[in-house]
């Protein structure tokens, strides 16, 4: 199945050549392919702040490449490059609070950065540590890929209609995606029926980008509003909601975009077997339950306008973009390590003891 998943690659985000990083603009997909290129680590935190890349590990892999452009510019400014490339960290770390692989690869870059001398050829060796998370994350991709499906054909071998909330494919990783490449893996593995892509509302991830990704590898796809999930699963045979996280706390509580959570009560009244799929980057350890992560709101503008224009008047909005799934809502955790069953904080901790599968 490996080889059919690297034959399947076909849609990319980030791309990192002539020493710049180079990101597909995804707010202006599925209708236009545009890409930006960038030479400063301020562009970059502009650019995950105002999501031009997004995706949890996406935005940890353009932080890693930001650091590289960051170094570059503090090594040919002089003084005390150190002190002064402190400050870009900062500035990346505080451009999307919620999301933990931000800052996993904030704090690899800089523990490479510590082991290294002033003689040493720092711009190389910190630009293959950014390459290195990049290539990683598309492995782990895969491994998960067929971890997931693995799951799903020991539970249910036949025809699956299966069911996703945002965007957590290739657009959103450095590779072949996390719930999606899954889906990708269960598609050419001849398990899957059709996939409905919830609208993901207000950013409409799912309509523009899943239904896009999904559409081009030509995986039957049907987008449906964010309120009909309950309903398609009482009526359309609905037999697992996949999706990825954008943080998974010590317990397995897990933050993954607004609308999670509701799906995954849906889907336990149904029956409906439910699967979070992340890299083992996205697992904070330090965070007790999810109840103390922090989760970003943004503008109330994104719920009272359309295009610009007010749908509402009077009235104050409240957006939030992420929720918190409890660890008991979930059935399965895929990462690159393993599969975590009905996790807790004892089957986590055991997880995280592992070495990477491969």
């Not at 239904?211 to 039957?220: F, H, R, S, Y």
């Not at 973009?321 to 008991?328: G, I, N």
Request: net charge negative; with cysteine.
């Amino acid at each position: 199945m490996r080889e059919q998943l690297l034959a399947a690659e076909r849609v990319k985000a980030i791309d990192w050549r002539d020493g710049a990083l180079h990101l597909l603009d995804q707010r202006a997909l599925p209708f236009a392919q545009t890409w930006l290129s960038y030479h400063s680590v301020a562009d970059v935190a502009e650019a995950i702040r105002s999501m031009v890349v997004r995706g949890a590990p996406a935005i940890g892999i353009a932080a890693a490449y930001a650091v590289v452009l960051g170094l570059r510019a503090r090594l040919q400014a002089g003084g005390d490059w150190r002190a002064a490339l402190q400050a870009d960290f900062d500035l990346l770390a505080a451009s999307r609070p919620t999301a933990v692989n931000l800052f996993w690869a904030l704090n690899r870059m800089r523990e490479r950065l510590d082991r290294l001398k002033d003689g040493d050829d720092l711009l190389a060796q910190l630009e293959a540590e950014a390459i290195g998370i990049h290539q990683s994350d598309r492995e782990a991709n895969l491994t998960m890929a067929q971890l997931g499906a693995e799951l799903i054909r020991k539970h249910q071998g036949n025809a699956q209609n299966l069911l996703t909330h945002c965007n957590a494919g290739a657009l959103a990783t450095g590779g072949f995606g996390t719930a999606l490449g899954v889906i990708r893996a269960v598609f050419h593995d001849g398990l899957l029926e059709r996939v409905y892509a919830d609208e993901t509302r207000p950013w409409l991830q799912g309509s523009r980008l899943t239904a896009w990704e999904l559409a081009e590898d030509g995986i039957p796809v049907t987008v449906n509003a964010d309120s009909a999930a309950a309903h398609l699963m009482k009526t359309r045979g609905i037999t697992w909601v996949i999706v990825g996280a954008d943080r998974i706390a010590a317990n397995g509580d897990v933050a993954n975009k607004i609308g999670t959570y509701q799906l995954a009560v849906n889907a336990m009244h149904h029956g409906v077997r439910f699967m979070v799929v992340a890299p083992s980057s996205t697992i904070d350890m330090a965070m007790e339950h999810g109840d103390d992560i922090i989760l970003e709101e943004r503008a109330a503008s994104e719920l009272l306008e359309l295009g610009g224009a007010p749908i509402a008047r009077g009235v104050e909005a409240l957006n939030p973009v992420f929720d918190v799934t409890p660890a008991d809502l979930i059935d399965f955790i895929v990462t690159e390590k393993g599969v975590v069953d009905r996790p807790d904080a004892e089957k986590m901790a055991q997880l995280m003891c592992r070495k990477r599968l491969h």
